[in-house]
């Protein structure tokens, strides 16, 4: 890991400590949607329909939700960063759409949290029972595994391929120029006596 990856994650992890528990729910997700939107773009070729269906309006590809699912289709994610995210994502939810009273010692977001299997610090005296911790501990894991991704992702950005040769799809007379034998052709015409003529 570089040095200024570690500083850079290191500042990620003191900020989450200090947000409250809806803006740990927020903020450590919005790391996570940033980090899939820059892997999916660095597979994506470089052209205009990267930038919408990443970045405008409406974008098919703009949401936490939709990132995840196109990363995990593309395998660019793994099943396990799939899965946690999915949680991750919906515990987010919960407090996003929740006007007061939530936290994370509410049952719903307990019972979510304890279904996350990242690997938890063993000795020491963290709270690895507590729901806040777990997310927490989720959270930085994602990140560390995906912190990079876009990086090594670039490495096998799509390219333009050719899957029809233009010539394949050219309109031809086979009075002038008669198929090859043993290829398929679809041959339109008009019969020279069809009586609706």
């Known amino acids: 890991m570089l040095l200024s990856t570690g500083e850079d994650l290191a500042n990620f992890v003191k900020e989450l400590r200090h947000e409250s528990d809806r803006g740990l729910a927020l903020?450590?997700?919005a790391l996570i949607d940033d980090r899939l939107a820059e892997t999916l773009r660095a597979f994506f070729r470089k052209t205009p329909s990267t930038r919408k269906l990443?970045?405008?309006g409406n974008a098919p590809l703009?949401?936490?939700?939709?990132?995840?699912?196109?990363?995990?289709?593309?395998?660019?994610?793994d099943e396990y960063?799939?899965?946690?995210?999915?949680?991750?994502?919906?515990?987010?939810?919960e407090f996003a759409h929740a006007k007061h009273g939530i936290s994370f010692e509410s049952a719903r977001?307990?019972?979510?949290c304890?279904?996350?299997e990242s690997p938890l610090p063993e000795g020491g005296d963290q709270p690895i029972e507590s729901a806040r911790?777990?997310?927490m501990n989720a959270a930085v894991c994602v990140v560390l595994r995906l912190y990079h991704r876009p990086d090594w992702v670039a490495l096998e950005r799509r390219a333009p391929k050719i899957w029809v040769e233009p010539d394949m799809t050219r309109w031809r007379s086979v009075t002038d120029?008669?198929?090859?034998?043993?290829?398929?052709?679809?041959?339109?015409?008009?019969?020279?006596?069809h009586p609706g003529r």
């Open 62 to 77: 703009g949401s936490l939700s939709s990132r995840a699912e196109a990363a995990f289709a593309l395998g660019l994610i």
């Open 109 to 112: 977001v307990v019972g979510l």
């Open 81 to 93: 960063e799939h899965k946690e995210i999915g949680i991750l994502r919906r515990v987010r939810n």
């Open 114 to 116: 304890s279904t996350l």
């Open 27 to 29: 903020v450590a997700t």
């Open 177 to 193: 120029e008669p198929p090859p034998e043993g290829v398929p052709v679809i041959v339109l015409g008009h019969a020279p006596n």
């Open 54 to 56: 990443l970045d405008e």
């Open 133 to 135: 911790f777990r997310f």
